[in-house]
């Protein structure tokens, strides 16, 4: 495929799409996964975008070869490969192709959160929460079965804000702002439940994490409305 990948970063536009539309035609017609993992292969050597937007538009049932390599490649020890794989799912979520509801019947969002539960690198751990933040609302009956460990995640770094000396200033604010597009989320999506959550967690409201992270967040936000007219349950309902 070395010819290939010449064509596809080269500078002539018509040679590019040329190349696009070749790989397009070979994943009609290969259903096995030695293309994909070519190109991923290809992608985590160069980060090479015009890669990224080739699997972006990947066809079933190549997403379920994709969905793979990422999972692995989240569950590898190397950092680099970690984040290039984390920047690749976060640009997928954000393209939304047919197929990314389908992540719900995949390990791959499982592995996700437990990253964000376990993860101390905060590259990675801030990467994997942006494209959480970017999932919650695509897929949010399928997210509902996950709640608690989402929350768990927000209170874990939620935590970290108490400890600064574990961060440098310029990655604590990158986290702060991380967290708080999550508070935004969660509390728009799941009222009930999370300030249910909150309530239990928090209940000693003199600690260092409600006072300095939770509380000033919670300042911000007016009553939702589905605080009134919703439940726990209806929050979480396939209907959504």
């Not at 010819?3 to 070749?22: C, G, H, I, P, W």
């Not at 015009?50 to 999972?71: G, Q, T, W």
């Not at 389908?102 to 751990?125: A, D, T």
């Not at 439940?193 to 409201?205: A, E, H, P, S, T």
Request: proline share 5%.
């Amino acid at each position: 495929m070395t010819d290939f990948f010449e064509r596809l970063e080269s500078n002539d536009k018509e040679t590019v799409e040329n190349a696009k539309q070749s790989l397009r035609e070979q994943f009609i017609k290969v259903n096995e996964p030695w293309l994909l993992n070519g190109l991923y292969e290809y992608y985590l050597n160069t980060n090479s975008q015009r890669a990224m937007e080739i699997l972006v538009n990947i066809k079933e049932p190549h997403h379920i070869y994709l969905f793979d390599r990422l999972s692995d490649s989240m569950k590898g020890p190397k950092l680099e490969i970690k984040v290039q794989a984390l920047t690749l799912f976060g640009y997928v979520a954000r393209r939304q192709p047919t197929w990314l509801y389908k992540l719900q019947e995949h390990g791959l969002l499982r592995e996700l959160l437990k990253s964000l539960k376990n993860e101390i690198e905060l590259l990675p751990l801030i990467s994997a929460l942006l494209v959480l933040i970017v999932l919650l609302p695509m897929i949010p009956s399928a997210m509902g079965n996950y709640l608690r460990d989402i929350f768990e995640i927000f209170s874990r770094l939620a935590s970290w804000n108490c400890n600064p000396g574990k961060i440098v200033e310029d990655q604590l604010i990158h986290m702060q702002v991380a967290l708080y597009a999550l508070f935004l989320r969660l509390y728009g999506m799941y009222p009930c439940n999370f300030l249910g959550y909150l309530k239990i967690q928090y209940k000693d409201k003199n600690t260092p994490v409600f006072v300095h992270t939770i509380k000033p967040m919670l300042d911000t936000v007016r009553m939702h409305p589905s605080l009134v007219t919703s439940t726990e349950d209806t929050e979480v309902t396939t209907e959504r």
